[in-house]
């Protein structure tokens, strides 16, 4: 019973956005023996999908998912060393490769999606904003990506997103990879016209359908 009430602070500590009390509960779950997996999935990850689907119904706000994000990262990194310690790796469900398209600052949406993606056990490679068409093409190449995750939140660099999907077919790579876009301007229409595989509307949308595109 002691670790389901660990379980429930650890939880909590990621709702509640708080990545010093996440670190020290990670801490305290290898001091009382608990495998750092059960403590991520049992314990710290439950609070993730309570807020995004907090975000999903309207109930929280952008700034309530960035904290919450900032606890996982805080408690993942916490129990790092000691899952590469007993060789554990939790299963990568896919290798995401994501960034806002050149010519585009914004980076909240996407850093959002990112640390929940690398949450829900995707390998994640956050390129950051204003990304060449060359460096997605790139990056996709170089770890072998499954699934590119492409944002844009103005009118006037949407059209980069359509860039990148044909840079990626001339490096003959289109067929590996997956291509989800997302951004205020962008649309399921746009991304059909554009080619792309998927587009979400927010965060917890694009975990539901990355997971779907790599059949997780």
Same mark, same amino acid.
């Given at each position: 019973?002691?670790?389901?009430?660990l379980y429930e602070a650890m939880t909590k500590a990621v709702?509640?956005?708080?990545?010093?009390?996440?670190?020290?509960?990670?801490?305290?779950?290898?001091?009382?023996?608990?495998?750092?997996?059960?403590?991520?999935?049992?314990?710290?990850?439950?609070?993730?999908?309570?807020?995004?689907?907090?975000?999903?119904?309207?109930?929280?706000?952008?700034?309530?998912?960035?904290?919450?994000?900032?606890?996982?990262?805080a408690a993942i990194a916490t129990l790092e060393p000691e899952?590469?310690?007993?060789?554990?790796?939790?299963?990568?469900?896919?290798?995401?490769?994501?960034?806002?398209?050149?010519?585009?600052?914004?980076?909240?949406?996407?850093?959002?999606?990112?640390?929940?993606?690398?949450?829900?056990?995707? $390998?994640?490679?956050?390129?950051?904003?204003?990304?060449?068409?060359?460096?997605?093409?790139?990056?996709?190449?170089?770890?072998?990506?499954?699934?590119?995750?492409?944002?844009?939140?103005?009118?006037?660099?949407?059209?980069?997103?359509?860039?990148?999907?044909?840079?990626?077919? $001339?490096?003959?790579?289109?067929?590996?990879?997956?291509?989800?876009?997302?951004?205020?301007?962008?649309?399921?229409?746009?991304?059909?016209?554009?080619?792309?595989?998927?587009?979400?509307?927010?965060?917890?949308?694009?975990? $539901?359908?990355?997971?779907?595109?790599?059949?997780?």
């Open positions: 019973m002691a670790h389901e009430r709702i509640d956005g708080l990545p010093d009390r996440a670190r020290e509960l990670a801490d305290e779950s290898m001091e009382v023996g608990i495998d750092p997996l059960e403590a991520i999935d049992q314990g710290f990850k439950p609070g993730m999908d309570i807020v995004g689907e907090g975000f999903a119904n309207g109930e929280l706000f952008i700034p309530d998912l960035m904290m919450s994000g900032e606890a996982m990262k899952l590469m310690k007993r060789k554990q790796q939790r299963e990568v469900l896919g290798r995401v490769v994501i960034g806002t398209v050149k010519g585009d600052i914004h980076e909240i949406g996407k850093t959002l999606v990112a640390t929940m993606l690398a949450a829900n056990g995707f $390998e994640v490679h956050d390129l950051g904003v204003d990304v060449s068409a060359e460096a997605f093409v790139d990056t996709v190449r170089e770890v072998d990506a499954n699934i590119l995750g492409l944002s844009a939140l103005l009118t006037t660099t949407i059209l980069n997103q359509e860039a990148v999907i044909l840079n990626l077919k $001339e490096a003959g790579l289109r067929g590996r990879v997956k291509v989800i876009i997302g951004g205020v301007p962008a649309s399921q229409e746009w991304a059909d016209e554009i080619g792309a595989d998927a587009y979400a509307e927010n965060a917890t949308e694009a975990v $539901e359908v990355v997971k779907q595109l790599v059949g997780a």
